[in-house]
């Protein structure tokens, strides 16, 4: 059993910048594609991105290709999210996930098998 811990969230003004990072218990980590979802209320759980277990390869939403990227570091088992230029519509509650089933990239949450308690951002206009 994988148990995820994000943190890095909080209240920040838009156009300012956050890091999530999300670290795993498990120390087969390293061999797991690892995802970032959000979800705010009244609304389904939104993809945003995944990088493969050696991080040679990411993908994003169009809703934040270019603002966020997302990397990892398997020696500290941890994989993070760094926002710029946030917007108000990016306040939600973030969520790591982790696919212990294949090695590509994964964008369907129901493709992941562990998830993190979440962390909130606000971003204020």
């Known amino acids: 059993q994988v148990q995820l811990v994000e943190s890095g969230g909080g209240l920040v003004q838009a156009g300012g910048s956050l890091r999530l990072s999300c670290a795993a218990s498990?120390?087969?980590?390293?061999?797991?594609?690892m995802g970032w979802f959000r979800q705010s209320p009244g609304k389904e759980r939104e993809f945003l991105a995944t990088?493969?277990?050696?991080?040679?390869?990411?993908y994003y939403a169009d809703s934040v290709k270019g603002r966020f990227t997302i990397s990892r570091d398997n020696a500290k088992n941890t994989v993070y999210l760094q926002m710029n230029s946030l917007e108000p519509e990016d306040t939600a509650i973030y969520y790591c996930?982790?696919?212990?089933?294949?090695?590509?990239?994964?964008?369907?949450?129901?493709?992941?098998?562990?998830w993190g308690q979440g962390t909130q951002v606000t971003v204020s206009s």
């Open positions: 996930a982790a696919a212990s089933v294949g090695g590509g990239i994964r964008y369907r949450s129901y493709e992941y098998d562990y």
């Open positions: 498990e120390r087969t980590f390293s061999g797991y594609t």
């Open positions: 990088i493969t277990w050696s991080g040679a390869t990411t």
